[in-house]
């Protein structure tokens, strides 16, 4: 009785599990391919600190870093200084070159540039004058020494001689009132050309008597018109160049050198 009891309950226990069928066989292109392989395993070990070997320290070594440092810093403080020098000395010498453009051309302006034209207006009808009385060799201050001469000359060339005389006045006062503007070399010209004017307003006031051969060395002095484009020239080149080289800081203009043809 026991064995038949033990073996129904082997039989009910196998039948109550369920009957797996096998897996259906599966096409060989779907086929899934498992392969099995060790896995691999990798090992990072820490590398030991790498060391350079260095040469043995100076003693002098931990004062080389502040002594480059400090020797910089007087160098920049140096340089420094010294552009600070020279851009002073630039702006000092710019205002310098300024006031003696100033000047300079005051000389050209006042003096020179007045004289000149004025000179120029009375070479120019005298000129005109000389044509009509004896061309070049005629010298006005001589004929008026002869009082007879200016009563016989047309209305028109009394008017010429006329302001002739005023033009040698308007030059005498510029003479007088700008001779400060002047190189001293230029006065022994002045004083001459302004003797001639006071000489030339005196026979014309009827004034002299009549003796050419002691007034003849107050003629106008012709050299003179040439030692005035020297000068006028020597004061704008000198201007040019400090307008060129303002910053520069240069050497006293050089004198006025009259060449030998033109000395009195």
Not at 143 to 162: E, F, H, N, R, Y
Not at 250 to 260: C, D, Q, T, V, Y
Request: glycine share 4%; charged share 25%.
């Amino acid at each position: 009785m026991t064995v038949v009891f033990l073996a129904s309950i082997w039989l009910g226990t196998a039948c109550a599990q369920p009957t797996q069928s096998p897996p259906a066989a599966q096409p060989e292109s779907e086929a899934v391919h498992v392969t099995s392989e060790a896995p691999i395993v990798l090992r990072v070990e820490q590398a030991a600190p790498f060391e350079m070997a260095s040469a043995p320290k100076s003693r002098w070594e931990p004062y080389a870093q502040p002594a480059i440092s400090a020797f910089a810093a007087l160098l920049g403080a140096a340089v420094g200084g010294l552009i600070a020098k020279w851009n002073a000395s630039a702006a000092n010498n710019q205002r310098a070159n300024e006031v003696e453009i100033a000047q300079t051309q005051s000389k050209l302006n006042d003096f020179y540039g007045r004289f000149r034209l004025i000179a120029e207006e009375n070479k120019l009808v005298s000129w005109e004058f000389k044509k009509r009385h004896g061309g070049e060799d005629f010298r006005t201050l001589l004929a008026l020494l002869d009082p007879t001469w200016l009563q016989g000359l047309s209305p028109a060339d009394k008017t010429i001689v006329a302001t002739m005389v005023e033009n040698g006045v308007m030059l005498r006062t510029l003479i007088r009132d700008k001779a400060g503007l002047v190189d001293p070399a230029m006065l022994p010209y002045l004083a001459k050309v302004s003797a001639h004017f006071s000489m030339l307003e005196l026979a014309y006031k009827g004034k002299l008597e009549d003796d050419q051969k002691r007034f003849k060395q107050y003629v106008y002095p012709e050299k003179l018109d040439g030692v005035l484009d020297i000068e006028m020239k020597r004061l704008s080149d000198r201007i040019a160049l400090l307008l060129t080289k303002s910053g520069k800081r240069h050497k006293a203009i050089s004198p006025l050198m009259i060449p030998n043809k033109l000395q009195l």
